[in-house]
């Protein structure tokens, strides 16, 4: 798919902008989400009959998409009227962790992390970390922050259930580990509250969803596991997702995949049927990232500005997008005569969808 956007210019005689950014677009994964009858005993292993209902997820792949991790990550998901489960396994030769503190920075460890956005505004979102020592660092964004949101490390959720696995041993640099498996019940009632309607998900609901593994090199000191240091800095972390971030960063919400809650016990044949608009949305979430990285021109100007863009989102049609610039910041719009939407992203990133 060929993505070209094209900029009338300001002045007559201009050269036409055209910036071509299909490599920029994600068409995000999916999951059906099954329902238990089960008791689920959260204990870091997936014993229950439903977990042989519940299929796991492909292989995690590179944050950008472009190199096969080193370590293989997988992860299930299931639902009941109280809780969403995560059961996750990470293959690791050498298991180590050393953060015991709640709300402690996780990712300094090796460990395994959840976005999810149950409005599926890229706004108001809770991420959960955890590392083999089982410690869990749970926060909420009112935005991301790229549009200035801050973490808010005061949003606890009271009633998470958490386990961990491990198949070796914990913090021994002298035997080869297999891997470690996580487990959660997290409670859906303050996942829920992260709506603006509040309500519990039931059938066919979809929320966004983004499952991360934060993994390091490591050097020994006196037989003790410490992230790897270079020049003396800390090298760089390897970071394995779920669905395509094409960016080393977690926090670009419109790129997570989509879960669907079924009441179906079973998600071994999914159905699953993407937005018809989902390439008009992805397109002005990109227009979104574009001008945050400065890669639009005649965009810096403080006077008001009016722009036009046509935006290829298939082999034939172009669709219009508008970008104003007024004193409250700035908007782009395009309106769709096909199903008479308009769609509208600003300056926080928040899309709105109007009929």
């Known amino acids: ?20 950014i299909s490599e920029l677009l994600v068409t995000p ?19 229950e009959r439903s977990y042989n209902n519940s299929r796991f997820t492909n292989y995690f792949i590179d944050i950008e998409g472009a190199k096969t991790p080193k370590y293989k990550t997988r992860a299930k998901l299931l639902w009941d009227d109280n809780f969403l489960y995560v059961y996750a396994e990470l293959e690791e030769p050498h298991i180590w962790a050393t953060l015991k503190q709640r709300d402690t920075v996780i990712f300094y460890n090796n460990d395994f992390e959840v976005f999810i956005d149950p409005s599926g505004t890229t706004m108001n979102y809770g991420e959960i970390e955890i590392n083999a020592l089982n410690t869990v660092w749970d926060l909420r964004l009112p935005k ?4 200035g949101g801050k973490a808010d490390d005061s949003w606890n959720l009271e009633n998470i259930k958490t386990a961990v696995h491990i198949y070796g041993t914990l913090n021994n640099p002298k035997d080869i580990d297999s891997l470690w498996s996580v487990e959660m019940a997290i409670p859906i009632k ?47 972390e390897y970071n394995w997702v779920w669905s395509n971030q094409k960016v080393i960063n977690m926090h670009e919400p419109e790129k997570w ?14 159905k699953f049927a993407y937005e018809e608009d989902l390439e008009v949305k992805q397109a002005m979430y990109t227009m979104y990232r574009e001008v945050l990285n400065g890669n639009l021109k005649n965009l810096k100007t403080s006077d008001e500005v009016e722009l036009f863009y046509e935006v290829k989102i298939n082999q034939k049609d172009y669709i219009p997008i508008q970008f104003v610039r007024r004193e409250e910041g ?26």
């Open 1 to 20: 798919m060929s993505i070209l956007i094209s900029c009338k210019p300001e002045t007559s005689g201009s050269d036409i902008q055209k910036i071509d």
């Open 29 to 47: 994964k999916f999951y059906v989400v099954p329902k238990t009858n089960d008791t689920i005993y959260i204990d870091g292993l997936a014993n």
């Open 144 to 147: 991301p922050y790229r549009a």
């Open 190 to 236: 303050p996942l829920s509250a992260l709506k603006y309607d509040s309500l519990p998900p039931k059938e066919g609901d979809i929320w966004r969803l983004n499952f991360s593994r934060v993994n390091w090199d490591f050097d020994l000191v006196e037989n003790r596991y410490n992230r790897k240091m270079e020049g003396g800095e800390y090298k760089k």
């Open 257 to 270: 995949g989509y879960i669907k809650f079924s009441d179906s016990t079973s998600n071994l044949d999914p």
């Open 330 to 355: 700035y908007l782009f719009t395009y309106s769709n005569s096909a199903n008479n939407k308009t769609y509208s992203i600003n300056q926080s990133g928040l899309l709105t969808i109007k009929e």
